[in-house]
């Protein structure tokens, strides 16, 4: 299919803010968000209701498991469903948080999932957001950004977000985690040559949607 509209692409490494951006940007431009890593979470998921032992897990059993995920269109935003039921919850559990890694790894589900995001964008104003977005993806998206961070401020995000007290333990050893979901995850996250590279450290998410928003519109003028 022949893609009319435009895309924005947001790519960038584990908790470095790519999906809650690439949301508020989306509303902000009365766009629709895609977030790629919900369909490897849903495909996760999926799996996990078959069996819990992940080294099992196969291509052909994580693709069988995944044939009732569909992805639907909200109002500013596409979410995935299982055999026609919202999973928000289940897919953002800590079991899916710890072996979405395993499913992503997986090429052909990678290129199940990609081909489920080009659907989604297909004459379709988008804001997507995941891995290999821009170099994959969408190669000829009309603006890629790349958040960067580093691992301190990429763990501590991820505690908040899954509201856990964060003592300096805590931190640490989501700092491991984070660090060993990039060294997995290496070949995956590498900025396309004409990205925009954004290091979101020391920026609050208002700032990080302001740079994007504003590069957008002095790229549309």
Known sequence: MTRKASVIAIDGPAASGKSSTAQIVAE????LHVDSGSLY??????????TEDARTWTEETV???AREIELRAARTS??????????EEEIRGSQVT???????????????VNSKVREAANSRNVVVDGRDMGTVVFPDADLKIFLVADSRERAARRLRQLGTPTSQQQLDDEMIRIK????????????????????TTSLTQPQQVEQIVNLW?????
């Open 217 to 221: 519109e002095q790229l549309t003028r």
């Open 63 to 65: 693709l069988d498991a």
């Open 28 to 31: 902000k431009l009365d766009y």
């Open 78 to 87: 596409f979410y995935p469903v299982i055999a026609g039921r919202a999973i």
């Open 41 to 50: 979470r849903a495909a996760t998921a999926a799996m996990l209701r078959v």
């Open 98 to 112: 710890r072996n979405v890694s395993r499913v992503a790894q997986m090429p052909r589900v990678r290129e199940w």
């Open 180 to 199: 060993e979901r990039d060294e997995r995850d290496a070949r995956q996250t590498v900025p396309a040559p004409d990205a925009v590279i954004i290091d």
